[in-house]
């Protein structure tokens, strides 16, 4: 885990949208069908073991910890941790340096990686095909999500749910490369938002995960700030929209999603999908691509084999705020008319 870690990881609470996030999200054509879920706490940092089985366990990389004078590792594991009692998870990852978990030494330096807890998709809630299954939210709708030049075929959305955009395809070697080094991308990606999106995008943090069978789960939060001053209208002021970009890949298919909110918790529900995310050992590698699962604007850029999210939100809430002042300009020139103005 990079960044400002933990800090944005929060549990995802239910979004009630308040009057301008109902106005930019209900803007949605096409036809749905439903998806289910029943999961009410996607991610949690500690469970009982009552619970255990119902969550997969990931483990995140917090980094490296200096053990200063008057250290425990009960205070260590409360404050890197959440909870004094997961101290036993910091004896187990240096075990080549803790033979008793009550002598610890001052300049000590202790690798720290922490445990999410994320549901495990059961039952009917999620999407399925022959080849791959993921969980969803519940209540959120499966559709077409389109606003100008922005469009996804593949999206989650609902009236009390994170607005999610997904891209399941099959794994190419642009996509392996640039997981692979995941390192640099990262650089790549914080030098292109500050080259093209300075001005609106804030808080970018990572998040990297390991699944217990082995998987990479890469995901990136940020805050997009929206001037609705810029299409007219002056009195609204900014909206600020959390989105999380998370990416995995299994033997032959590489899933992406993007998720998108008015209200902070949406790292959760993608963490969710991409820790449920699974490539049915029965499908022998067939491809995904059939499927014809398409998002749009797709232009290249520096991260090469990923979905470009900077670039989407653009697209959509360009296009969405312009069709705002359309209808407003229309309401207005209708009253005119009516009232002879």
């Given at each position: 885990m990079a960044g400002k870690g933990c800090e944005y990881m929060g549990i995802y609470r239910a979004i009630a949208g308040i009057t301008i996030g109902c106005t930019l999200?209900?803007?949605?054509?096409?036809?749905?069908?439903?998806?289910?879920?029943s999961e009410e706490k996607l991610v949690q940092y500690d469970v009982t073991s009552d619970e255990r089985d119902e969550y997969s366990v990931?483990?995140?990389?917090?980094?490296?910890?200096?053990?200063?004078?008057?250290?425990?590792l009960w205070r260590i594991s409360e404050t890197l941790l959440g909870n004094g009692k997961n101290y036993t998870q910091l004896v187990a990852q240096n075990a080549s340096l803790i033979s008793n978990p009550n002598l610890i030494y001052p300049n000590m330096q202790l690798q720290v990686k922490q445990n999410v807890y994320v549901k495990k998709r059961m039952g009917v809630n999620g999407m399925k095909t022959p080849e791959?299954?993921?969980?969803?939210?519940?209540?959120?709708?499966?559709?077409?999500?389109?606003?100008g030049k922005a469009f996804a075929n593949c999206a989650l959305f609902g009236k009390e749910?994170?607005?999610?955009?997904?891209?399941?395809?099959?794994?190419?070697?642009?996509?392996?490369?640039?997981?692979?080094?995941?390192?640099n991308s990262r650089q790549k990606i914080e030098s292109?938002?500050?080259?093209?999106?300075?001005?609106r995008i804030s808080d970018l943090t990572f998040y990297d995960y390991l699944t217990e069978d082995g998987r990479e789960l890469h995901l990136f939060s940020y805050i997009y700030t929206i001037d609705e001053k810029q299409h007219g209208h002056k009195s609204w002021g900014e909206l600020k929209i959390y989105v999380c970009e998370g990416v995995c890949q299994t033997e032959h298919i590489q899933a992406e999603f993007t998720g998108f909110d008015t209200k902070e918790g949406v790292q959760d529900v993608v963490l969710y999908m991409l820790a449920s995310f699974e490539e049915f050992a029965e499908a022998n590698g067939a491809?995904?691509?059939?499927?014809?699962v398409q998002i749009?604007?797709?232009d290249p850029w520096e991260?090469?084999?990923?979905?470009?999210?900077?670039?989407?939100?653009?697209?959509?809430?360009?296009?969405?705020?312009?069709?705002?002042?359309?209808?407003?300009?229309?309401?207005?020139?209708a009253r005119e008319r009516i009232l002879g103005e």
């Open positions: 999200f209900g803007l949605v054509e096409g036809t749905f069908i439903t998806a289910y879920a990931l483990t995140g990389e917090i980094g490296t910890y200096k053990v200063c004078e008057g250290d425990t791959y299954q993921f969980g969803t939210q519940d209540l959120a709708r499966f559709g077409i999500l389109e606003t749910v994170a607005n999610v955009i997904c891209l399941i395809r099959d794994k190419e070697q642009a996509g392996e490369k640039t997981l692979a080094d995941w390192e292109y938002v500050q080259k093209n999106y300075a001005d491809s995904v691509n059939g499927y014809n749009a604007p797709c991260v090469a084999g990923i979905h470009n999210s900077f670039a989407w939100m653009e697209e959509y809430f360009n296009g969405v705020l312009d069709k705002i002042s359309q209808k407003t300009a229309e309401r207005k020139n």
